[in-house]
């Protein structure tokens, strides 16, 4: 479990990015690498409506050709407030580092294969129920046809879909939102049709 408690951290600096009030817990088979076994693996997705700290955004629309921030407005922009700002479409969430122990402990009930793992900064993995091995994201959200990122709803039928019920709280590296087309699949198996604005 997270020794952290959520919000923030030692130095009072905002921790977790990410925060919902119900959260999906999808499930699907997956043909380990390794051992070339069938094993069950589980990505974690927020609601439309999901609130998103800015923090990442500011640091990457800074000019690469701009002198950058003077350690006073730096120190001023790493102690502001943090402000969440609310996402419309739904996301699946990836490189987890910190979760809401509530929501590690309901994990560790309903998806034991998934946990930190020690050896890539505790990153949330799935590993192998066979073999033991980690099964790297890379293999399952990225691209169309992936396990996670299925390509059609046929694709899609086979990813078990279940919202719980409860808040949810983390600190992810990366959003998979509803501007990656190749996600539309999956998040109409959650229950949101995307489709083109005009
Ligand atoms: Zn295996």
């Excluded at 977790?16 to 094993?39: E, G, I, K, W």
């Excluded at 980690?134 to 293999?139: H, K, L, M, N």
């Excluded at 919202?163 to 600190?171: K, L, Y």
Aim: aromatic share 10%; net charge negative.
């Amino acid at each position: 479990m997270e020794t952290q408690h959520s919000g923030t951290n030692d130095a009072g600096l905002p921790q977790m990015n990410v925060r919902a009030s119900s959260y999906f817990l999808l499930r699907a088979a997956h043909p380990c690498a390794a051992c070339d076994r069938s094993t069950t693996v589980f990505a974690l997705a927020v609601p439309a409506g999901h609130e998103c700290t800015e923090a990442d955004a500011v640091l990457d629309d800074e000019d690469a050709d701009s002198p950058g921030m003077t350690p006073g407005a730096f120190h001023e922009w790493l102690y502001r407030p943090v402000q969440w700002q609310r996402i419309p479409g739904p996301a699946l969430v990836s490189q987890v580092r910190l979760l809401d122990p509530p929501v590690a402990q309901a994990l560790q009930a309903l998806a034991p294969h998934y946990r930190p793992d020690a050896e890539r900064d505790r990153q949330w993995t799935n590993f192998c129920e066979h073999c033991g091995k980690a099964i790297r994201e890379g293999t399952l959200y990225a691209s169309a046809g992936q396990t996670f990122s299925p390509k059609d709803a046929q694709a899609a039928a086979a990813i078990q879909v279940r919202e719980q019920h409860a808040p949810f709280e983390a600190f992810c590296a990366m959003f998979w939102t509803d501007s990656y087309r190749n996600k539309w699949p999956l998040f109409a198996r959650m229950g949101y049709e995307c489709s083109e604005a005009d």
